[in-house]
Protein backbone atom coordinates (compact mmCIF):
# COMPACT_ATOMS: atom_id res chain seq x y z
CA UNK A 1 0.00 0.00 0.00
CA UNK A 2 3.03 2.47 0.71
CA UNK A 3 4.10 1.75 -3.00
CA UNK A 4 0.96 2.35 -4.41
CA UNK A 5 0.26 5.78 -2.42
CA UNK A 6 4.04 6.89 -3.18
CA UNK A 7 3.41 6.09 -6.80
CA UNK A 8 -0.07 7.75 -6.61
CA UNK A 9 1.65 10.96 -5.05
CA UNK A 10 5.03 11.41 -7.71
CA UNK A 11 2.33 11.08 -10.42
CA UNK A 12 -0.07 13.95 -8.91
CA UNK A 13 3.01 16.42 -8.53
CA UNK A 14 2.69 17.05 -11.89
CA UNK A 15 0.18 19.69 -12.94
CA UNK A 16 -0.13 22.11 -16.33
CA UNK A 17 1.43 24.79 -13.95
CA UNK A 18 4.81 22.21 -12.86
CA UNK A 19 4.06 20.25 -16.01
CA UNK A 20 8.84 19.29 -15.14
CA UNK A 21 10.07 18.48 -12.30
CA UNK A 22 13.23 17.02 -10.85
CA UNK A 23 14.18 14.15 -8.35
CA UNK A 24 14.74 16.70 -5.63
CA UNK A 25 11.47 18.88 -6.37
CA UNK A 26 9.82 15.84 -5.87
CA UNK A 27 11.59 14.28 -2.42
CA UNK A 28 10.73 18.06 -0.91
CA UNK A 29 6.88 17.98 -2.01
CA UNK A 30 6.22 14.15 -0.59
CA UNK A 31 8.75 14.30 2.07
CA UNK A 32 10.38 11.26 0.87
CA UNK A 33 14.15 10.41 0.20
CA UNK A 34 15.45 11.20 -3.58
CA UNK A 35 16.42 8.18 -3.79
CA UNK A 36 13.15 6.36 -3.37
CA UNK A 37 11.72 9.28 -6.10
CA UNK A 38 14.22 8.50 -8.32
CA UNK A 39 13.13 4.47 -7.87
CA UNK A 40 9.36 5.69 -8.30
CA UNK A 41 10.44 7.76 -11.67
CA UNK A 42 12.59 5.16 -13.14
CA UNK A 43 10.10 2.47 -12.76
CA UNK A 44 6.98 5.12 -14.26
CA UNK A 45 9.34 5.96 -16.95
CA UNK A 46 9.48 2.18 -17.78
CA UNK A 47 5.96 1.90 -18.54
CA UNK A 48 5.89 5.45 -19.82
CA UNK A 49 3.50 6.95 -17.74
CA UNK A 50 6.60 9.77 -17.01
CA UNK A 51 9.55 10.60 -19.43
CA UNK A 52 13.06 11.81 -18.80
CA UNK A 53 14.74 14.98 -20.18
CA UNK A 54 18.46 12.78 -20.51
CA UNK A 55 20.05 16.80 -21.00
CA UNK A 56 18.40 18.37 -17.68
CA UNK A 57 17.68 15.20 -15.59
CA UNK A 58 13.83 16.47 -15.21
CA UNK A 59 10.55 14.60 -15.62
CA UNK A 60 6.97 15.02 -17.52
CA UNK A 61 4.18 13.05 -17.81
CA UNK A 62 4.64 10.33 -20.19
CA UNK A 63 2.36 9.74 -23.39
CA UNK A 64 0.49 6.06 -21.25
CA UNK A 65 -0.42 9.28 -19.08
CA UNK A 66 -2.78 10.09 -21.32
CA UNK A 67 -4.31 6.68 -20.91
CA UNK A 68 -5.53 7.75 -17.38
CA UNK A 69 -6.87 11.30 -18.36
CA UNK A 70 -8.93 10.07 -21.55
CA UNK A 71 -11.01 7.41 -18.40
CA UNK A 72 -13.26 10.60 -17.43
CA UNK A 73 -13.87 10.81 -21.23
CA UNK A 74 -15.80 7.57 -21.14
CA UNK A 75 -14.11 6.12 -23.46
CA UNK A 76 -11.31 2.96 -23.59
CA UNK A 77 -9.50 4.18 -26.96
CA UNK A 78 -9.77 7.68 -28.25
CA UNK A 79 -7.29 6.50 -31.10
CA UNK A 80 -9.16 3.68 -32.48
CA UNK A 81 -12.20 5.77 -32.58
CA UNK A 82 -10.25 8.22 -34.32
CA UNK A 83 -8.71 6.10 -36.42
CA UNK A 84 -11.32 5.85 -39.16
CA UNK A 85 -12.00 9.07 -39.49
CA UNK A 86 -8.27 10.05 -40.23
CA UNK A 87 -8.18 7.29 -42.83
CA UNK A 88 -11.18 9.63 -44.40
CA UNK A 89 -9.73 12.74 -44.08
CA UNK A 90 -5.97 11.28 -45.19
CA UNK A 91 -7.72 9.72 -48.40
CA UNK A 92 -9.45 13.18 -49.07
CA UNK A 93 -6.94 15.27 -48.35
CA UNK A 94 -3.90 13.11 -50.26
CA UNK A 95 -1.93 13.98 -47.38
CA UNK A 96 -1.04 12.70 -43.79
CA UNK A 97 -2.98 13.13 -40.83
CA UNK A 98 -2.21 13.34 -37.17
CA UNK A 99 -3.39 13.06 -34.24
CA UNK A 100 -2.15 14.60 -30.93
CA UNK A 101 -2.56 14.76 -27.25
CA UNK A 102 -2.36 18.16 -24.75
CA UNK A 103 -0.19 16.04 -21.81
CA UNK A 104 0.72 18.92 -19.42
CA UNK A 105 2.45 22.08 -21.06
CA UNK A 106 2.94 19.99 -24.56
CA UNK A 107 1.70 18.20 -26.89
CA UNK A 108 1.89 14.06 -27.91
CA UNK A 109 1.67 12.28 -31.32
CA UNK A 110 -0.54 9.84 -30.41
CA UNK A 111 -1.48 8.47 -34.03
CA UNK A 112 -0.98 8.76 -37.78
CA UNK A 113 -2.54 7.71 -40.90
CA UNK A 114 0.22 7.87 -43.60
CA UNK A 115 -0.50 9.98 -47.02
CA UNK A 116 0.44 7.22 -50.06
CA UNK A 117 2.21 9.88 -52.32
CA UNK A 118 5.65 9.15 -52.82
CA UNK A 119 6.89 12.02 -51.05
CA UNK A 120 4.83 12.67 -47.84
CA UNK A 121 5.37 13.58 -44.31
CA UNK A 122 5.44 11.34 -41.48
CA UNK A 123 5.69 12.08 -37.70
CA UNK A 124 7.25 9.65 -34.71
CA UNK A 125 4.26 8.67 -32.35
CA UNK A 126 5.25 9.78 -29.31
CA UNK A 127 7.45 12.72 -30.09
CA UNK A 128 6.35 15.59 -27.64
CA UNK A 129 6.60 19.23 -29.27
CA UNK A 130 5.84 23.06 -27.57
CA UNK A 131 2.26 24.40 -27.80
CA UNK A 132 3.19 27.80 -28.99
CA UNK A 133 4.86 26.37 -32.42
CA UNK A 134 3.20 24.71 -34.94
CA UNK A 135 -0.58 23.98 -36.44
CA UNK A 136 -1.23 20.88 -33.92
CA UNK A 137 0.25 22.77 -31.14
CA UNK A 138 -1.88 26.14 -31.34
CA UNK A 139 -5.20 24.04 -32.03
CA UNK A 140 -4.99 23.17 -28.40
CA UNK A 141 -3.71 26.37 -27.25
CA UNK A 142 -6.52 28.19 -28.56
CA UNK A 143 -8.66 26.69 -26.56
CA UNK A 144 -7.23 27.71 -23.30
CA UNK A 145 -9.50 30.28 -21.31
CA UNK A 146 -7.76 33.54 -20.88
CA UNK A 147 -6.54 32.95 -17.24
CA UNK A 148 -5.20 29.63 -18.52
CA UNK A 149 -3.40 31.00 -21.43
CA UNK A 150 -1.77 33.69 -19.63
CA UNK A 151 -0.43 31.59 -16.86
CA UNK A 152 1.07 29.13 -19.78
CA UNK A 153 2.54 32.39 -21.20
CA UNK A 154 4.36 33.21 -17.93
CA UNK A 155 5.76 30.02 -17.58
CA UNK A 156 6.96 29.29 -21.16
CA UNK A 157 10.53 30.46 -23.19
CA UNK A 158 8.91 30.63 -26.50
CA UNK A 159 12.28 29.40 -27.95
CA UNK A 160 12.98 29.46 -31.61
CA UNK A 161 12.47 25.94 -33.41
CA UNK A 162 12.64 27.57 -36.65
CA UNK A 163 13.40 31.20 -38.19
CA UNK A 164 9.46 31.27 -38.54
CA UNK A 165 8.71 30.18 -34.88
CA UNK A 166 7.04 33.12 -33.06
CA UNK A 167 9.03 34.75 -31.02
CA UNK A 168 6.89 37.33 -29.19
CA UNK A 169 3.95 36.82 -26.61
CA UNK A 170 1.97 40.03 -28.23
CA UNK A 171 1.96 38.27 -31.41
CA UNK A 172 1.50 34.83 -30.38
CA UNK A 173 -1.65 36.36 -28.37
CA UNK A 174 -2.82 37.66 -31.79
CA UNK A 175 -2.20 34.98 -33.87
CA UNK A 176 -4.36 32.93 -31.12
CA UNK A 177 -6.87 35.43 -32.07
CA UNK A 178 -7.41 34.65 -35.57
CA UNK A 179 -7.12 31.20 -35.48
CA UNK A 180 -9.76 31.36 -33.41
CA UNK A 181 -12.12 33.42 -35.44
CA UNK A 182 -11.38 30.99 -38.36
CA UNK A 183 -11.98 27.52 -36.26
CA UNK A 184 -8.54 26.28 -37.40
CA UNK A 185 -5.16 27.09 -37.18
CA UNK A 186 -2.13 26.67 -40.18
CA UNK A 187 1.57 26.81 -39.65
CA UNK A 188 4.34 26.78 -42.27
CA UNK A 189 7.99 26.23 -41.27
CA UNK A 190 7.63 27.24 -37.47
CA UNK A 191 8.57 23.93 -36.06
CA UNK A 192 10.19 22.29 -39.20
CA UNK A 193 11.14 24.62 -41.74
CA UNK A 194 9.93 22.02 -44.73
CA UNK A 195 6.29 21.11 -43.52
CA UNK A 196 3.10 22.84 -43.14
CA UNK A 197 0.04 22.02 -41.90
CA UNK A 198 -3.32 22.94 -40.57
CA UNK A 199 -5.28 21.57 -37.85
CA UNK A 200 -8.41 21.71 -35.05
CA UNK A 201 -9.27 20.70 -31.70
CA UNK A 202 -11.05 17.58 -30.54
CA UNK A 203 -13.12 18.44 -27.23
CA UNK A 204 -14.54 15.92 -24.83
CA UNK A 205 -17.09 17.47 -22.53
CA UNK A 206 -15.53 20.38 -21.84
CA UNK A 207 -14.29 24.08 -23.40
CA UNK A 208 -11.08 22.57 -23.31
CA UNK A 209 -9.22 20.65 -25.88
CA UNK A 210 -7.47 17.55 -25.18
CA UNK A 211 -6.18 16.50 -28.69
CA UNK A 212 -6.50 17.92 -31.84
CA UNK A 213 -6.26 16.90 -35.78
CA UNK A 214 -3.83 17.62 -38.30
CA UNK A 215 -3.27 17.80 -41.98
CA UNK A 216 0.45 18.48 -42.63
CA UNK A 217 2.60 17.86 -45.83
CA UNK A 218 5.87 19.32 -47.17
CA UNK A 219 5.68 22.95 -47.37
CA UNK A 220 5.55 23.57 -51.50
CA UNK A 221 2.42 20.99 -51.89
CA UNK A 222 0.80 22.84 -49.15
CA UNK A 223 0.68 26.67 -49.99
CA UNK A 224 -1.42 29.12 -48.17
CA UNK A 225 -4.27 28.81 -50.57
CA UNK A 226 -4.63 24.70 -50.07
CA UNK A 227 -4.58 25.34 -46.62
CA UNK A 228 -7.05 27.63 -46.33
CA UNK A 229 -9.46 24.76 -48.60
CA UNK A 230 -8.20 21.65 -46.11
CA UNK A 231 -9.09 24.21 -43.07
CA UNK A 232 -13.10 23.40 -43.38
CA UNK A 233 -12.01 19.17 -43.70
CA UNK A 234 -9.96 19.12 -40.91
CA UNK A 235 -12.71 21.42 -38.62
CA UNK A 236 -15.50 18.91 -40.16
CA UNK A 237 -13.83 15.45 -38.74
CA UNK A 238 -12.57 17.38 -35.37
CA UNK A 239 -16.04 17.65 -34.68
CA UNK A 240 -17.05 14.49 -35.82
CA UNK A 241 -14.55 12.75 -33.27
CA UNK A 242 -15.58 15.30 -30.46
CA UNK A 243 -19.61 14.31 -31.10
CA UNK A 244 -18.40 11.06 -30.50
CA UNK A 245 -17.23 11.45 -27.32
CA UNK A 246 -19.56 13.24 -25.99
CA UNK A 247 -21.97 10.70 -26.91
CA UNK A 248 -19.71 7.74 -25.02
Known amino acids: MQSVERVAGVLLCFTSGEPELGVTDIAQRLDLPKSAVHRVLEALTKTGLTTKEHDRGRYRLGPRATELSLATLGTVDVRALAQ???????????????LSFLIG???????????????????????RAPLYAGASGRAMLMTFSESELEQYLGEIDLAPLTEHTVRDRDTLREVLAADRARGYTESSGERDPYAAAVAAPILGRGSRAFACFSICGPHARLAESTRETFGPSVVAAAATVSEMLRGT
Open 84 to 98: PVMDELRDSSGETVT
Open 105 to 127: AMRVYVAQAESRQDVRMTVEVGR
